[in-house]
T-cell receptor, first 114, second 116 residues
Framework: ETGVTQSPTHLIKTRGQQVTLRCSSQ?????VSWYQQALGQGPQFIFQ???????GRGNFPPRFSGLQFPNYSSELNVNALELDDSALYLC?????????????FGPGTRLTVT | GESVGLHLPTLSVQEGDNSIINCAYS??????FIWYKQESGKGPQFIID?????DKRQGQRVTVLLNKTVKHLSLQIAATQPGDSAVYFC???????????????FGKGTHLIIQP
């Protein structure tokens, strides 16, 4: 069984730039969720994708957007980067069809905005 | 504000002792709770979960207790080992609607430190 993978591991961007982060879900999982984890805090839910559509969103502005592909992999795009976007971005996959759909996380992408 | 929180930011225990990590939640509609362990530089690792229709669930060396009356969740780790050192998060899910979003709400975490 293949776990959740994310790329890149680390990334440094300048304020105002755009960034794309990638996630491959765990084998057999069809749902991907994205979270932002600031230093010393718990993860915060950004959004979830199921059947290639956004399926719920947390309190994040529209400049945070995403995609899910037919193979269930996903991208997180952030436009007009701000310094406060510096964080660990986590992807989690789960399987719709299981009653309580536990989520399994990848190792994250560390984004630094300067 | 935070929907899910933890009572202590840091917990220090002796190796071999039992650890109890506590969590309070505020959303009475939450139907599912999960404990995650996060080691430095890694993503959260699933430990154990519990549904709102249960009050106790046991795993290997871990037990989760849910008290819906006072909206309290705890994680008990038996015979704590050095490898248990990590930040522990409780998380809740507040809604479920068919294929609807499963966004989890996390607390800030408790850093478990194991003393030799």
């Amino acid at each position: 069984e293949t776990g959740v993978t994310q790329s890149p591991t680390h990334l440094i961007k300048t304020r105002g730039q755009q960034v794309t982060l990638r996630c491959s879900s765990q084998s057999g999982h069809n749902t991907v969720s994205w979270y932002q984890q600031a230093l010393g805090q718990g993860p915060q839910f950004i959004f979830q994708y199921y059947r290639e559509e956004e399926n719920g969103r947390g309190n994040f502005p529209p400049r945070f957007s995403g995609l899910q592909f037919p193979n269930y992999s996903s991208e997180l795009n952030v436009n007009a980067l701000e310094l406060d976007d510096s964080a660990l971005y986590l992807c989690a996959s789960s399987l719709v069809g299981l009653a309580y759909r536990e989520q399994y996380f990848g190792p994250g992408t560390r984004l630094t905005v300067t | 504000g935070e929907s899910v929180g933890l009572h202590l930011p840091t917990l220090s225990v002796q190796e071999g002792d039992n650890s109890i990590i506590n969590c309070a939640y505020s959303n009475s509609a939450s139907d599912y709770f999960i404990w995650y362990k996060q080691e430095s530089g890694k993503g959260p690792q699933f430990i154990i979960d519990i549904r709102s229709n249960m009050d106790k669930r046991q795993g290997q060396r871990v037990t989760v207790l849910l008290n819906k009356t006072v909206k309290h969740l705890s994680l008990q780790i038996a015979a704590t080992q050095p490898g248990d050192s990590a930040v522990y998060f409780c998380a809740e899910r507040g809604w479920e609607s068919g294929g609807g979003a499963d966004g989890l709400t996390f607390g800030k975490g408790t850093h478990l430190i194991i003393q030799p």
